[in-house]
Structures are given as C-alpha cells and as structure tokens.
C-alpha cells in the first residue's frame, strides 16, 4: 500500500535551528504526517499564504521574524489559516500570554516531551480536519464537490462589486437539465445522480478558472462569468456549454440524451443587485425551458437579439468573404478649383445574396472585433487596385485612388508587403494611391504607427487622417508623422452655413494645413451652398452627394459613354 496517499496529516515547522528541525521532521514522519520544513518566519508565512495546512509549529525565537509575529500575520493576513502551536523554552507568563494573543492554539516548552508533544499534534490536527471537513459540508454539494448556493450568493456578491469597480460586465447562467425527472423517474434517483456528476464534470473542464460554477440542489447548476467584453462573448460559452452537456451517457444499457436549458442575466443590463440578477436569470430560464428546452435564453430579449445577431453576422461575414460577397464602391474627389474630380475613394458594401447591399458601418465594426478585417481588408485592397489599373487600360481619367484602412489592418496586416504585391501586380505607381487612417488608428500605438507609417510613405504612398477635427485634441503628431493629406469629417460640413463654431473649425484646421503643407478635402458637402463656403474657406479638394454618391465601378463607364 502506497503510504504517501494515506498521511495523517499536513505540518508546516519552522526553527532557525537546523538541529531542531531535522528532530521535529523525524518524529512527526515517524506519526506519518506529511512535513514542510521552514528556515525562517517570513519563508513559514509565504508558504502558508501558498498552501494549506492542518497545523503550523513555531518556534518562538527566530532572527528575522519571531514565531509570535509569525503566528500573527498567519491569523490575520492567510484566508484558510492552520491551528499555530508555538515551541518556547520561556515559559514565563509574559511569553506565554502574548503567544495565545497572536492566535496560537497552543504552545509547548523545551525540553520537549515527546509522547505529550505527539498526543498534542494528533489532536490538534484532528480537530483542525473536522473543522475543515464542516466548513467544507457547510459551502459545499455534497454530492458533486462544487460550491453550494450559500457560497454562490457570497462568491455573486463579491463579483458584483468587482464589476461595479472596474466597470465590467458579469453573466450569471442557469443551467438546468432538461430531462433529469423523467431519469429519476424511470431508472432511479441514483442514476439521476450519475447523470448529475457527469454533467458537473464537463461543466467544470469548460469553465475557466476565475468562473464560479455552483450546484443550488436538484438539477440546477448556476454559473458567475465575470469579466466580459462582448455580449456576444456569452452567446458564445452558453453555446459551448450547452454542447459540453448534450452528450449520451450510458446507464443501465440505455443510452441517455442529455440536454440543458440556460437562462441569462447581465450585470449591469439586468440588474446590480443578486437579488434581481438571480431572479432574472431564472426567469429567462423558465422561457427557455418554454420553448422545448435545449436552449439558451437572455432575460433581456433585446440582449439576445443582439449577442445572437453578432454571432450570425461574423459567421455570414466570414462566409461572405469565402463566397466573394463584397464589392467596392466609388465616390470621385473633387479638385475645387478646377471642377474635375481626379481621385477616388473605395467603399466597400457587402452584396449579400438574399438581403442586398448592406452599408460598411454594419459589418466593419464585427469585422474589426473578430480579426475578419484582415482577409476583409486584403480584398478590398486587391479590388481598387484592379479597378484603379483597369481604368488606366480604358482611358478614364482617374488619377489616384484612396482606401480606408481600419485600426486593427493597419497594425496587423502586413500593409508595406501586401501593397507591394499588389502594386508589382498591376504595375502600378505607389504614388498614385492614397491610404486614408484615422487619428485614433495612429494614436492607439504611436511608436509603431510612426515606424509602419514611414515605411508606407517611403514606398510613395500618400497617407490621409479620416474623419479630421472629431478625434483628438492634441496635434503635434501632425509635425511627427508623415502626413499629406487631412479630410475634415462631414459633421463640420453640415454645419458649415450656419454654426460660427465650425466655421471656426475649419478655419483653423486650414490655418494648420497650410502651415505644415497638407492637402485639405472637405468630406460630405450636399448642396452648392455649402460648396460655395467651402471654397470661400480655401479648401483644396471636396467630397459628397452634390457630385455623387459612392457607386459601381462600371456606372462611371456608363457616366463617360453617355456623354461621349
Ligand atoms: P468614411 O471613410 O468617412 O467614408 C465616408 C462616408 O460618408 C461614406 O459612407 C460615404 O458614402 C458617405 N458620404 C459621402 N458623401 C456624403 C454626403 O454628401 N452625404 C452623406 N450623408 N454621406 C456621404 P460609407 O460608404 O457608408 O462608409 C462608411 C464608413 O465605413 C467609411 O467612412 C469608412 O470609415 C468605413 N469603410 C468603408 N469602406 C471601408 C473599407 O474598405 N475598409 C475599412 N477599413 N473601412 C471602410
Ligand atoms: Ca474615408
Ligand atoms: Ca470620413
């Protein structure tokens, strides 16, 4: 028989005395008690902080901390403390006192008299074992090991704090089995307990370490996931869960269908108290199990709805890319002073199949989220630059093309190679392409937006800042970074006949222009009123709907034909 597997218990010592220690390990291993030996107070507190045990023996008198401080800090500072039992060769009143002060159970004098010091221990650790044993019954399901609803109510509690504090969203999950009457009913209730356990089982590998998985009694099982950054996120693990659960288990030469139902509540959605998240969940529950069961319900169906709607969207997206679903769109830039558009700007759509056009700012946004902005990004690069030659071949003046890279592209895709490719493809003059960027995009992670920036500029790219004047208040980074070209976001076009503060706007950000030598294009202009100011205020280029729309590449064919 393995005696290891079986010890009596678990000792921490601690003496400065390397003599003492080697005694005190020797009859505690003779009691077959498993034995952790400390050199000093500090290491014995660290190694109680790390680990449990049923019992810790100081010494009194150690250089750096004392047993008496030792035994202090333990009692206060460690979450599951061992019983102390403190080794002085004072045992006068003074010493002794301050010893059960500190918290020790117990103390013992040198000389020490060994059969007394046994007896003590194995009380001692006895003792502190049922302790455990209680406390353990007390917060615990008997019959599966995990935390039972009081624990759940204290663990929920804590997380709801730690939400509120770092203002973050917390799921609690219901999951009941669907079917676990009818199994008690008809194969017994101890087999009900295997499908229970398996459940638990599976359950307890999918969740990850900083999520509380409870058994409340019955069927039931809640989850607290805490720390959640997407809605859809949670979609995702009910979804996972429920495939963990739904499995076939084997009782009684029967081959059981397990299924669960999961209901959803959301800190802060559907509430900040437990009180109101557990009965929202429960509610949501209930409506899963309406529905058949096998389920997963939110208790705010608009929640629902929309971690479900991301969920299809990625997966149609992604999908969408396979099938070669998304298209480019053209809209010209205008040059002010002459009347002719000479650039374009490419904007994708995506042609779905049964739901037809579908505008950028619907499915970017996921595309950015899930890293589908990459392959997204390639081919709408592929696309212009195609376009952009096969323009060239048919004789239409376009001059240069402008393409919108989005946050996550332009720090993870390799856009100085992939351009490069593209470029040597089609033969093309780097200078004559455009790359339109946010000020957040280059804000976001300056050090390396400034070295990506100045290796696309030194290929002879043109750099633009997007959606200029809505971002940042700090423009320095104008002088920094390689910039040609700033486009004054629509919102000051709008207001730019009546509003003084945008016309203040863009004066100033013209002012800026000239001063550092950058293009200037005023985006969104409607109406000729609003082209005329904007030409009075000295704008080089202008983009919107007074021109066009963006539109197909091949209406621009049809434009030119017509008038020829
Ligand atoms: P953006 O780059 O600021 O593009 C300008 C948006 O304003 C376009 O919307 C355009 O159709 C619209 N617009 C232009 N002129 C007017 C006007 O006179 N009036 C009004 N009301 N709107 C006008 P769109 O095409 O829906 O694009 C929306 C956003 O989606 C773009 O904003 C851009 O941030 C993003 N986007 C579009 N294509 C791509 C792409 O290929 N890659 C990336 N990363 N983002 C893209
Ligand atoms: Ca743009
Ligand atoms: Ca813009």
Request: aromatic share 6%; hydrophobic share 40%.
């Amino acid at each position: 028989m393995d005696a290891s597997a079986h010890k009596a218990g678990n000792i921490i010592i601690a003496d400065d005395d390397p003599s003492i220690l080697l005694l005190l390990r020797h009859i505690l291993s003779e009691e077959n008690y498993d034995v952790t030996e400390a050199r000093s107070g500090m290491e014995a507190i660290e190694l109680c902080r790390e680990f449990t045990y049923d019992l810790a023996i100081f010494d009194l008198v150690m250089p750096d901390v004392d047993g008496i401080s030792a035994c202090k800090e333990i009692t206060l500072q460690v979450s599951n403390p061992p019983p102390v039992l403190i080794i002085t060769s004072l045992d006068d009143d003074a010493s002794v006192s301050s010893a059960f002060d500190a918290g020790a159970i117990d103390y013992i004098t040198k000389p020490i008299n060994w059969s007394v010091f046994k007896q003590r221990v194995k009380r001692i650790v006895e003792s502190e074992q049922n302790r455990q044993k209680v406390k353990r019954l007390e917060f615990h399901d008997s019959l599966t090991g995990l935390p039972n609803r009081t624990l759940l109510l204290d663990r929920l509690e804590s997380a709801t704090l730690r939400a509120q504090r770092n203002q973050s969203m917390l799921a609690l999950l219901m999951v009941d089995i669907d079917n676990l009457k009818l199994i008690n009913e008809t194969l017994g209730h101890s087999n009900g307990d295997k499908v229970i356990m398996s459940v638990a089982n599976r359950l307890g590998k999918t969740i990850r370490d900083t999520d509380t998985l409870s058994r409340s009694g019955g069927d039931e099982f809640i989850l607290i996931i805490e720390n959640i950054q997407q809605l859809e996120d949670v979609g995702l693990m009910a979804a996972k869960f429920s495939r963990t659960i739904e499995h076939s288990l084997t009782i009684m030469d029967q081959d059981l269908h397990i299924k669960a139902s999961i209901g959803i509540s959301m800190y802060p959605q559907d509430g900040t108290d437990i009180g109101s998240l557990l009965s929202h969940s429960d509610a949501a529950l209930y409506r899963a199990k309406e529905q058949g069961g096998n389920i997963y319900e939110f208790y705010s169906p608009d929640l629902g709805r929309q971690a479900r709607r991301r969920l299809e969207l990625e997966s149609n997206l992604r999908h969408a890319l396979e099938n070669d679903e998304l298209v480019v769109y053209y809209q010209p830039k205008i040059n002010l002073t002459t009347g002719i558009a000479e650039g374009m700007e490419a904007l994708v759509r995506w042609n779905h199949p049964e739901k037809g056009i579908i505008p950028p700012d619907d499915f970017i946004p996921v595309a950015e989220e899930t890293g589908l902005i990459i392959p997204l990004g390639k081919q709408v690069i592929e696309k212009a630059c195609a376009q952009f030659k096969q323009w060239q071949v048919d004789n239409i003046p376009v001059t240069n093309i402008s393409i919108n890279v989005s946050g996550r592209q332009f720090k993870e895709q390799n856009l100085v190679s992939l351009l490069q490719d593209v470029l040597n493809k089609h033969q093309l003059d780097a200078t004559h392409i455009e790359l339109e960027l946010t000020e957040s995009t280059l804000l976001k992670n300056e050090q390396q937006a400034e070295s990506i920036l100045n290796e696309l500029h030194n290929m002879g790219l043109q750099i633009s800042i997007d959606d200029f004047g809505t971002g940042y208040a700090s423009l320095s980074y104008l002088k920094r970074l390689p910039i040609d070209i700033l486009k004054i976001d629509k919102s000051f076009t709008d207001g730019i006949l009546h509003d003084p503060d945008d016309i203040a706007i863009v004066n100033a950000i013209y002012g800026l222009a000239k001063g550092l030598g950058l293009k200037l294009v005023a985006e969104g202009i409607e109406t000729s009123e609003q082209l005329e100011k904007i030409k009075q205020l000295g704008v080089d280029y202008g983009q919107g709907y007074l021109w066009s729309p963006p539109r197909p590449a091949e209406q621009y064919l049809e434009l030119l034909e017509s008038l020829s």
